[in-house]
């Protein structure tokens, strides 16, 4: 049976990992004075786990291609929201979907490429394709710090 708790070596692991992603499993193994093997065979389990994702991520301010925003949604969800969410969590373009408290039943975050006009795209045309949305708010996020996020698709074409 998996782990359902993190225990302290699973935490330093993942933020040695956080520190730096491409840290060799020797170093980490001899900061935390425990074998290579033993840290090799942590990070597999808690990839295998889905408690632990490695991935290159970007700074969206420094690349001014690249356009981020929080998208508030009110849906008509007919107690499926869940089944919404998960939808919404796989569109390109999303970087998390998560169901909140307050005004809005839903909030993204987006990171798209081609500026306002993939934005608009996105919010009027893939969205509403998912649920019924009865309103949405959208906030673009002019500048920020300490934000990583995964590379949007179409970066590489840009």
Partial sequence: MAKKILDALDNKIIRLLAEDGRMPVGEMASRLRV????????????EEAGKLKISGLIDPYQNQEVTTALIGLNIQSHGKLDQILEKL???????????????????????????????????????PKVGTV??????????????????PKGLAEV
């Fill in 134 to 151: 009865v309103r949405s708010e959208t906030f673009v996020i002019m500048k920020s710090r300490r934000k990583w996020v995964p590379p």
């Fill in 35 to 46: 074998t290579a093997p033993t840290v090799r065979s942590r990070i597999k389990a808690l």
């Fill in 89 to 127: 969590a796989h569109l390109d373009n999303v970087v998390w979907a998560a169901v909140v408290t307050g005004r809005y039943d839903v909030f993204l975050e987006v990171v798209v490429t081609g500026g306002t006009a993939e934005l608009y795209r996105l919010t009027t045309d893939v969205i």
